[in-house]
């Protein structure tokens, strides 16, 4: 059985690790897994999805993608007989299952916890890409929280550069920090990388500023930083092995014959704080 | 035997290279099928590399042509959003890309400004546009399905694409090989003072160059969201170098040292033949980046290696 | 004897470049190398300097045989090149140019800028002491690349050959006869040299011994005090030298060229000319003397504040080239590689250029024919006796001369009124300088106005009609007639502006 | 002043642009904390430029350098994952990068393919196996803190990363300017046939020159891993363009046409400013790159203006 994994991001971290997390569920199972990885090119994407179907694979795994941006090579794969399933995607009519955690929830819990930590009002700097469409849910989430609360205000924003946006985002953090200086209560990062960016940088720049950083993905560095008492004080891990897993026996109930057993399962996201990894600050 | 190997190099790489991957998987690779399913892959890719072949052809460098694919695909779902009706929609997307060519052309013309930073500096600002029109994010829907026809399905068994391709390839290498513009392009190319001494006005014919590459990248942007239904800020970032590797893959291809349709052709082939045929036969992307790396060292050295002195 | 070539071949991908060459030059002599374009002058010493590898035949140094692999190693046998083909690196001063590959002076770990200069300065007093050593050669004219290449050859001492492929091509009487004293002081040093030039009064003034190459193979070698010009002249071309007389002005022909008060030379004064139906205007003056800037200017290549420039009476705007063109002017510029050819083109486009309308399929459709060009190469290459292949072989597989004459050739077929001509025999030998002078001849007899300009004094005098000098930017005078003579037009162009105010 | 804007337009457009920042912001900006912070924010760029400085000067072109900088931060990692103690570990990455570029200039040199196409496949090898080596994931953790402090904190009050920039630009610009070396570099850059006539050696000194520039993308990759505690192996990407864009920028800045340390550091210095600058003002990141595509451009446009025939 030969399972193709499809991503255009296979360098961050999450991708990458629900990637490897697949390819060894499906190794249990017996699959040969391959990773095709299109770097942040989605022509690139349509193609191989179209050359994975010429070679006749078995099943097609589509990674941190919106299955419809790449809608008519998925349809045709759909056609074609090979099943498909999205991790961290979309729901798809041509999609046998989406297995996620809601990226707008992600934003809206992201959101939800900064502004508790600063109190209810005060100032957040936000580090976005709107380019990648989940991303972009999370900002989308941030929106629906900020009309709740008239006090909290962005003052400043920055597009993450990617490649390289743990420095993109600490030069950012860094001349952020040089025009509002103390006036900053929170950083509100999108994805963990600009904000380990935003803590190297209030470490060098200001670090006994009170700032508040808080991102979305449980990268390691940034739980390290979380327990290591820093400005970061919260990430939400997705859970992505076992977005692998559920992907994974989902799979292998429909290649068995079957189906999944819904179009979209949800897998929750844990908040990592010093308090979950059992370490007190003050 | 080697004379053959370094009049057409390039070429026989090509052929060498299908048909080995022809021989590793007959089933799949070397299916009618998928050889036509190529040339639908290359279509982008080689469009892109034919509009920078003109510029080449004139002896500079366009490197705001990404900018431009992105900003061709962001700025057209943007009008459809306006509701402007398709072919108006494409016409303005073409004329702005042109007006951008032809200032581009023209600074580097006129002033004499290197070209790779002049074209840089453009495609810097290309680039905030295209934010700006998208407010960075992927554009989805109010896209017309008359629209993505354009770049889906297929016409007498040929895919859309293909057909794209084959047409900018003729209308260019008519431009390049047959039309006066051409034999002036490839003169200031040749050498531009003497071309200026002998009559050819540089700043109008190097502007035209500019102009088409432009558009060129442009359609490409509108193509490719037509073909996957969606338009990133950032979506033609893949095609700046790999098309330039086209166009100087092609140059070591036919005519040595000029940019040529032909070459550019054979240049993109060799690039898409290796993506297909590495992802038919189940190589991970790592390796598939190594063996394509090698390969189009070998191809280039192909012509060289023996040359002597 | 110093060095002795016996029976020296070289073929390139079939086309023999060497064919039996001999060669023996004796320390302290001056050893002339002639022989027309192609004969091989320069495939021979590009094998002493180790960047030709011979099929067959031997090079002996002071009586060992030496196989020379690389220019390291026939430097280190003393030996130095002055290469046909300007050598230069645009962005280097001339100061630098000189070290290129040399030994640097140093102190410590870091090269002597100030050793550099006074080493360069030294060498240059005596060859061309008015050359600007600190600016970049690409800024210089063709002559002064020149004087740089000499005096790079000059600066090191421990020279015992030294090499020099047509050194006065671009160099006019007075810093020819610089090089000739300093020629002549090496050899009473004791240092040998191998003179090549297509100027053969300068050979037979300044040379001791002469070696006459023709399609490869040794045809003669002597002492030079035996010969005479003519028997030169039969040794390198099998047949007698022809010689035209020159040719008289139309009578009556009416002014093509006129400029006035065009503001020239680096004090603006004004300068006003013509030049009419059937005339050749001779244009001298020393290197850097601002002919080619001159043209420039006339050609629109070069603008200018001021002035006026007409074609048969029609006021070009400057910087218009496409205006000349279209009232019929021609422009043959000094250096042919930089400025003349478009080498990596086929001759047939380097020859259509010009006038792309000549060679369209059909008259309506700007689509250029590939029959049209090869007709149009076929009847220029006719027309000037081109000796060429293929229409579709790059120009520089051609000998100097021919190269010359499709830089002439592609105004062919267009009317043509007026010529400006830019040294147009640099570089090419007796034989096909006198069919180049016949063309001018012919055109100028069919009512073209011609003006040239030339750094050859036989060649000014063969053809001009009225000679105008250039010192240092300032026309100094105007010479016609009986006024014509070598020295009257020599002592010109070293008179100094401030001293002839009024004349400008 | 048209004259002196010709000879140092592109210094002239850096204070500038420094005065007008100043004055704009002069609490946040115009701080010599701030501008000191600037020379950090640039260090990692401008040694980058600096390697390909050497490159351009024997005038050719290395796309390789971003996927060397990746792979020097992943490849230290690596080692310091499998326990390879950190001077050791350091030498290890520098000899292997220092090998790639040997390759790449070896080619280029040696069978003139032409520098881009050779060293984007070179770059695509670089990338595969720094995917390979990192599995594509982003590497953290087992980073000796001895290591960090080699790209943190101050030193006598100025960043260490500048102090990096400091020594290296001194000692390439010793080499470019002052030692036998660079001329050579500089002659073959400037006519590599007539530096060839003149006897000097193209290959070995053309990979000494590729060698440094590997080095150097390689030592920034560690920094980097250094400064922001992870690697990733694409981290370098975003030195291409941009460490060129300097180097042009240099290129105009004093010696015409000839890459130079000082202009170099003049045009990274531009780069920096203009991204400090606008962030400190609060311009959105679309705003961002229209402004800094238009800095460059009027940098580069000054010496061009009213140059004339
Ligand atoms: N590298 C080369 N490849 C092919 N043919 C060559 C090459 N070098 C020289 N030739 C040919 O060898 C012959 C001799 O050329 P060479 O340059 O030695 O002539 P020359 O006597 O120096 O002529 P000129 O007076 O024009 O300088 C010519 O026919 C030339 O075309
Ligand atoms: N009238 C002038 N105005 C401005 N610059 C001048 C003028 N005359 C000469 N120059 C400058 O002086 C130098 C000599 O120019 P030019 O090429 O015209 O000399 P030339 O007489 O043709 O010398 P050569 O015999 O070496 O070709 C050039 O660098 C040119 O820019
Ligand atoms: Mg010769
Ligand atoms: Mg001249």
């Known amino acids: 059985t030969d399972v193709s994994i499809l991503t255009p991001y296979i360098s961050s971290i999450p991708t990458n690790e629900m990637a490897q997390s697949f390819k060894a569920e499906g190794e249990k199972r017996g699959w040969n897994v391959t990773i095709i990885d299109t770097r942040n090119d989605f022509g690139q994407l349509a193609s191989r999805i179209e050359d994975t179907v010429n070679a006749k694979a078995s099943a097609i795994v589509l990674i941190s993608t919106d299955p419809a941006q790449v809608q008519d090579q998925v349809a045709l794969a759909h056609k074609a007989g090979i099943p498909v399933i999205s991790l961290d995607g979309a729901k798809n009519a041509d999609v046998a299952v989406n297995v996620t955690s809601n990226n707008f929830d992600l934003g809206v819990q992201l959101s939800e916890e900064l502004i508790k930590s600063i109190g209810g009002k005060g100032n957040i700097v936000k580090f976005y890409h709107s380019a990648h469409p989940g991303v972009h849910q999370r900002e989308l989430g941030l929106d629906e929280v900020l009309k709740k609360y008239p006090d909290v205000k962005i003052i400043a924003d920055h597009f993450v550069k990617v490649p390289g946006p743990v420095d993109d985002g600490r030069i950012a953090m860094e001349n952020i920090l040089r025009q509002h200086g103390d006036a900053i209560d929170g950083v509100w990062a999108a994805f963990d990388d600009p904000g380990i960016g935003a803590e190297l940088a209030t470490e060098s720049e200001k670090p006994d500023s009170k700032l508040v950083i808080m991102g979305i993905d449980g990268n390691a560095q940034a739980v390290d930083m979380i327990k290591s008492c820093t400005h970061y004080k919260a990430t939400l891990r997705q859970d992505f092995p076992k977005m692998a897993t559920v992907g994974a026996e989902q799979l292998e109930k429909i290649l068995a014959g079957g189906k999944a057993d819904k179009d979209e399962l949800y897998v929750p996201a844990v908040t990592v704080t010093p308090e979950s990894l059992g370490v007190t600050c003050n | ?309 | ?504």
């Open chain 3, 1 to 504: 004897m110093l060095l002795e070539i016996r029976a020296l071949e070289k073929r390139f991908s079939g086309a023999r470049a060497l064919a039996g060459a001999d060669l023996a030059v004796e320390a302290g002599s001056v050893h002339g190398l002639l022989g027309e374009n192609g004969a091989g002058k320069s495939t021979l010493i590009k094998s002493l300097s180790g960047l030709v590898s011979p099929d067959a035949g031997e090079i002996r140094i002071d009586g060992k045989a030496e196989i020379i692999t690389s220019v390291r190693h026939a430097e280190d046998l003393g030996f130095r090149f002055i290469h046909q083909e300007l050598s230069l690196v645009p962005h280097f001063t001339a100061v630098e140019n000189a070290f290129v590959g040399r030994p640097y002076p140093k102190r410590g770990l870091f090269v002597d800028r100030a050793a550099m200069r006074a080493k360069v300065a030294a060498t240059a007093r005596d060859i061309a002491p008015d050359l600007p050593l600190d600016i970049p050669v690409g800024r210089m004219t063709t002559g002064q690349k020149q004087l740089v290449e000499i005096i790079r050859a000059l600066m090191n001492e421990p020279a015992r050959l030294v090499v020099m492929d047509e050194p006065t091509a671009s160099l006019s009487d007075g810093e020819a006869r610089r090089l000739h004293q300093a020629v002549r002081a090496l050899a009473a040093r004791g240092v040998a040299v191998i003179f090549i030039s297509h100027r053969l009064d300068e050979v037979l003034d300044i040379c001791d011994r002469y070696t006459v190459l023709r399609n490869g193979a040794t045809t003669g070698t002597g002492a030079i005090a035996d010969v005479n010009r003519a028997d030169l002249v039969r040794l390198m071309s099998g047949h007698e030298e022809i010689r035209g007389g020159r040719a008289a002005p139309v009578a009556g022909g009416k002014p093509v060229l006129e400029v006035r008060d065009l503001p020239f030379g680096r004090r603006g004064s004004k300068v006003s000319l013509s030049v009419r139906e059937g005339e050749i205007v001779g244009l001298y003056g020393l290197v850097g003397a601002g002919r080619s800037s001159f043209m420039k200017v006339l050609w629109g290549s070069r603008t200018s504040e001021g002035g006026t420039v007409f074609i048969d009476g029609a006021s070009m705007r400057s910087g218009d080239i496409g205006a000349r063109i279209a009232a019929g002017g021609a422009y043959v510029p000094e250096d042919r590689r930089g400025e003349g050819l478009i080498t990596a083109r086929s001759i047939a486009e380097n020859l259509a250029i010009t006038n792309l309308k000549s060679v369209r399929s059909s008259s309506g459709l700007p689509l250029t024919s590939r029959s049209g060009l090869a007709a149009r190469t076929a009847d220029i290459k006719q027309q000037l006796s081109i000796k060429m292949g293929s229409p579709w072989a790059h120009p520089l597989t051609l000998s100097g001369g021919n190269q010359q004459k499709l830089l002439f050739g592609r105004w062919f077929g267009g009317k043509i009124r007026l010529l400006i001509l830019d040294e147009p025999s640099r570089g090419v030998d007796v034989g096909a300088k006198e069919e180049i002078h016949a063309i001018v001849r012919r055109l100028a007899s069919e009512g073209v106005a011609v003006l040239m300009t030339t750094s050859d004094m036989d060649e000014l005098l063969a053809l001009s009609n009225r000679v105008l000098v250039l010192a240092n930017g300032e026309f100094t005078s105007e010479l016609s007639g009986d006024e014509l003579s070598p020295q009257r037009i020599v002592a010109a162009a070293f008179h100094h502006p401030e001293q002839k105010e009024s004349l400008a």
């Open chain 2, 1 to 309: 035997m080697t004379g053959l190997a370094r009049q057409y190099g390039t070429l026989i790489a090509l052929i060498v290279i299908i048909v080995a991957f022809s021989i590793a998987s007959p089933g799949a690779f070397g299916t009618a099928s998928n050889l036509i399913n190529i040339t639908q892959q290359m279509a982008l890719l080689a469009i892109v590399a034919i509009g920078a072949t003109m510029v080449m052809a004139v002896g500079e460098f366009d490197l705001s042509t990404a900018a431009l694919v992105s900003f061709g695909g962001i700025f057209i779902v943007f009008l459809f959003k306006l509701g402007v009706p398709t072919p108006l929609a494409c016409l303005i997307v073409l004329a702005a890309a042109g007006c951008f060519g032809a200032v581009s052309g023209y600074i580097v013309a006129k002033f004499e400004v290197l070209s790779f930073i002049a074209t840089l500096a453009a495609g810097t600002i290309i680039g905030g546009v295209t934010f700006w029109l998208s407010d960075g994010a992927t554009l989805f829907g109010d896209i017309p399905a008359g629209f993505r026809d354009l770049a889906r399905g297929h016409a007498l068994g040929i895919p859309t694409l293909t057909w794209w391709l084959i047409g900018v390839a003729i209308v260019v290498w008519l431009l390049l090989d047959k039309v006066e513009f051409g034999r002036r392009l490839y003169a200031i190319g040749g050498n531009r003072e003497a071309s200026r001494l002998a009559g050819v006005r540089i700043v109008p014919n190097t502007m035209v160059a500019f102009i088409l590459c432009a558009m060129l990248a442009a359609l490409v942007g509108m193509l490719l969201t037509g073909r996957i239904g969606s338009a990133s800020p950032t979506g033609g970032g893949g095609y700046l170098l790999s098309a330039y590797a086209a166009v100087f893959l092609g140059m070591t291809a036919f005519r040595e040292g000029e940019a040529n349709v032909p070459g550019t052709l054979v240049g993109a082939g060799i690039i898409a033949v290796i993506g297909n045929g590495l992802t038919i036969l189940g190589v991970s992307t790592f390796l598939q980046d190594i063996i394509t790396g090698a390969i189009i060292l070998a191809a280039v050295l192909v012509r060289r290696i023996g040359k002597g002195a």
